[in-house]
């Protein structure tokens, strides 16, 4: 079990991004972004969800990924 936070996660492990208010995600292995139902989908079948206000910067910075 973690009893830190969030933040302090995201301090040593930068790759991860805060996509909702409990949740860090590391990009690199999400597999599709489902606007429509506000989440993030991953090559082994889950999916979490994902803030309606940081949904378009998560869309982006992923698009990014995908093209480098």
Same mark, same amino acid.
């Given at each position: 079990?973690?009893y830190?936070r969030?933040? #302090? @996660?995201?301090?040593?492990?930068? $790759? =991860?991004?805060?996509?909702? %208010? $409990? @949740?860090?995600?590391? =990009? #690199? ?5 489902? +606007?429509?139902?506000?989440? =993030? #989908?991953? +090559?082994d079948?889950? $999916?979490?969800?994902?803030? @309606? $206000? %940081?949904?378009?910067? @998560?869309? %982006? ?8």
């Amino acid at each position: 079990q973690f009893y830190g936070r969030l933040k #302090e @996660i995201n301090q040593v492990i930068p $790759s =991860l991004v805060r996509v909702h %208010k $409990s @949740i860090l995600a590391n =990009l #690199e292995m999400v597999v599709a972004v489902d +606007a429509d139902h506000y989440l =993030l #989908e991953f +090559a082994d079948g889950q $999916s979490c969800p994902v803030a @309606i $206000s %940081k949904l378009r910067k @998560i869309q %982006k910075v992923w698009q990014a990924q995908q093209h480098s």
